[in-house]
Structures are given as C-alpha cells and as structure tokens.
C-alpha cells in the first residue's frame, strides 16, 4: 500500500497561484497514473487532473482546462499541481491519489490509495 501526503494548500487572493505537492511513499508509484481530486463543501468529490506513468498524458477537468498543470517526479516518488487563475470555486480540500493502473483517468473507482487531503482557499 501507498501512503500519499499533500502539501502547499493555503489561502490565496482570486487570480493568485498555488503549488500543491503529493509525496508518496511505502512503494513506488512510477508505474501508475497519478491523480488529483478535489471536494468542496456540501458538493461531491471531483476530478481535477491526471497524469500517465510517464508523464506523456494527462487530462484535465474542463473547469481547470488552461489554469492547472500536473506534473511527476518518478525519481522523487512526487506529483505536482500548479494552480494559477484560481477562483473562489476553486476552493476546496485537495487529494492526490494514486491509480490501479498506468493509464489515465477521470474516474475516482480507479484509484485505490488516497491522501488526507489540503485546503485550498480562495478569496474573492
């Protein structure tokens, strides 16, 4: 099993920029896809972004199309998401989460470690 561990949410104005970073460990996630979820208050988890075993896919959610960026390190067992033109409904707590496969997708079912999550707060 793998345990994943975000960091970098915060609070930030409206058009403002965050790093969110998922280290992983306890085994290597190089062979999957990694993925990026997000929950806000009284709504259901969401898809945000997802990248390939080696990075050459990825995907995203068309409300963060053009702002966010997914990045891996597989040297570094780490995920990145950059988040520039973040807006109030950006908001949300974060979770990095690690794939059944090396393929990329959108759904949450095919991903079966989770981290705990980072608040990402946004002020309009």
């Known amino acids: 099993q793998v345990q994943l561990i975000e960091s970098g949410g915060g609070l930030v104005q409206a058009g403002g920029s965050l790093r969110l970073s998922c280290a992983a460990s306890?085994?290597?996630?190089?062979?999957?896809?990694m993925g990026w979820f997000r929950q806000a208050p009284g709504k259901e988890r969401e898809f945000v972004a997802t990248?390939?075993?080696?990075?050459?896919?990825?995907r995203y959610s068309d409300s963060v199309k053009g702002r966010f960026t997914i990045s891996r390190d597989n040297a570094q067992n780490m995920v990145y998401l950059q988040m520039s033109s973040l807006k109030p409904d950006d908001a949300a707590v974060y979770y990095c989460?690690?794939?059944?496969?090396?393929?990329?997708?959108?759904?949450?079912?095919?991903?079966?470690?989770w981290g705990q999550g980072t608040q990402v707060t946004v002020s309009s």
């Open positions: 306890g085994r290597t996630v190089e062979n999957y896809a």
């Open positions: 989460a690690a794939g059944r496969s090396p393929y990329i997708s959108a759904w949450s079912r095919d991903y079966n470690s």
């Open positions: 990248i390939s075993r080696s990075g050459g896919s990825t």
